[in-house]
């Protein structure tokens, strides 16, 4: 009997053996995951909350097998309809400097977990000091302002996240952080110790801190089974290993080849709906626009395209004359990137545009009366 084996249970793992389930897979199904019952990550920081991607029926009665445990090591598929599939995510990046230790990542239920405890057990204003001003920083520095702690912030940018908002934006949004009671600086950790960071030689006493500096493609497994691996494990547009074409890798832990790899949720599940095709022989996916969101201070934001062709920009003001829309533009005038706070549908006009190529007037992008209908037309 063919046989998929899919290793980790993110968003990547699981759409995998929902698509295989959907479209009839005449073989097993298994996934392989330490952490068991598959689940969402941004819950994580956005609200430190555990949320199963579906309940343990939903596997018993579509014979999926979970199975709960750390695999280190795996043999190459031996029958050829077997498929082995990569869905192991990313590992944090370690804090490498004196007393490093004493941060906690957040980056596994069990993080969110532990933190939670910290958070609800400990006197209200507790100080927490949070490393990293990206995507969880930020997050989680909103959820734990909101739960009573005292926050200090800190980052080595006034503006992060700046390549993937727009500068302006990320400038704003950060600077936003002490409007709802957070201190933010500016600067590099040097040391840690059990409640104190030290930042640009100034002691910071915390009773928790929290790492948030980035992630690495957790590549273990595919460097043991002897696949290419470069920032992540190397695949073409079929998601196969260019190693072993049955070995395939999706999600943060995969990268196309000569591609940057992607680490958001969406193209994780274009990755899995890729892969299902791949094993099912069926037509290729058609990709869509990136597009990702974050969450804070009661404020959704989202990201469509990519900053990094941009040349310049084109902001939006709100009523208040702060920025509600930041508008990428390539070297030609192009619309190729928009970032914006509480964009309602604006996002997936924004999609839409620039998956067909079209360019609203620079009067059209400043003009907050236009809404997503009349954009571009």
């Known amino acids: 009997m063919p046989s998929v084996h899919i290793i980790g249970g993110g968003v990547a793992g699981y759409t995998l053996a929902r698509h295989l389930v959907q479209q009839n897979y005449p073989g097993s199904i298994k996934i392989s995951d330490a952490q068991g019952l598959p689940y969402d990550r941004p819950p994580l920081s956005k609200s430190l909350q555990f949320e199963p991607f579906a309940p343990l029926s939903w596997y018993q009665d579509n014979n999926v097998g979970l199975i709960q445990e750390e695999v280190e090591r795996l043999q190459l598929p031996q029958a050829a309809d077997d498929w082995v599939v990569l869905a192991t995510g990313t590992r944090p990046k370690a804090l490498e400097i004196p007393g490093g230790h004493h941060a906690r990542s957040l980056h596994s239920a069990a993080d969110a977990a532990w933190i939670s405890e910290v958070l609800e057990s400990g006197m209200f204003g507790q100080r927490v000091l949070v490393i990293g001003a990206g995507l969880v920083g930020a997050e989680f520095a909103s959820t734990a302002k909101m739960l009573g702690a005292q926050v200090t912030l800190v980052s080595n940018s006034n503006a992060p996240l700046a390549h993937v908002l727009g500068q302006e934006l990320a400038e704003q949004l950060h600077a936003d952080h002490a409007n709802h009671g957070i201190t933010t600086v500016t600067g590099a950790v040097t040391e ?45 547009a079929q998601q196969r ?13 995969a990268r196309e080849e000569n591609q940057p790899r992607t680490v958001h949720w969406e193209a994780a599940m274009e990755d899995a709906a890729q892969a299902a095709a791949t094993i099912m022989g069926t037509a290729a996916v058609q990709r869509s626009v990136p597009w990702f969101w974050s969450d804070r201070h009661e404020m959704h934001v989202e990201t469509v395209g990519d900053f990094s062709q941009a040349a310049s920009t084109v902001t939006r003001l709100n009523r208040r004359g702060k920025i509600q829309m930041v ?38 992008l400043k003009d907050p009366t236009v809404g997503p209908r009349e954009l571009g037309r």
């Open 192 to 236: 840690l110790g059990p409640n104190h960071a030290l930042v640009n030689g100034q002691r910071h006493e915390a009773e928790l801190i929290v790492a948030a500096i980035g992630v690495e493609p957790e590549t273990a497994l595919a460097e043991q089974l002897g696949l290419e691996v470069d920032d992540g494990i190397l695949v073409d």
């Open 327 to 364: 508008f990428g533009l390539d070297a030609n005038g192009s619309l190729v990137s928009a970032s914006m706070i509480d964009g309602g549908l604006m996002a997936k006009a924004v999609k839409r545009l620039i998956a067909k190529s079209a360019t609203p007037s620079i009067e059209q």
């Open 241 to 253: 290993s260019l190693s072993c074409p049955q070995v395939l890798a999706i999600g943060d832990t």
